[in-house]
């Protein structure tokens, strides 16, 4: 998972949507809200950074990449 994350934070523009989904599941759990084309991920703090990821034909959008490493950060930080 590590070397994962790695590759995100190095070039967010080319994650997979998979990896991101994969990374998700590990730290967050099941979305609350899939099957349309978004998938929400419940976060132990209410408001942002929100993790709300969607499939771009296979990859996933730098941007929310960049949300997700910024929840896992904040996860980290609580530890």
């Given at each position: 998972?590590?070397?994962?994350?790695?590759a995100?934070?190095?070039?967010p523009?080319?994650?997979?949507?998979?990896?991101?989904?994969?990374?998700?599941?590990?730290f967050f759990?099941?979305?609350?809200?899939?099957?349309?084309?978004?998938?929400?991920?419940?976060?132990?703090?209410?408001?942002?950074?929100?993790?709300?990821?969607?499939?771009?034909?296979?990859?996933?959008?730098a941007?929310?990449?960049?949300?997700?490493?910024?929840?896992?950060?904040?996860?980290?930080?609580?530890?």
């Open positions: 998972m590590d070397k994962l994350i790695a995100m934070r190095a070039n523009t080319a994650v997979r949507f998979a990896d991101l989904e994969r990374v998700c599941r590990h759990g099941n979305p609350r809200q899939s099957g349309g084309s978004h998938q929400v991920y419940r976060t132990p703090w209410p408001g942002d950074p929100r993790v709300n990821i969607q499939n771009d034909h296979g990859k996933a959008k941007y929310q990449v960049r949300q997700v490493l910024e929840a896992i950060a904040r996860l980290e930080e609580q530890e």
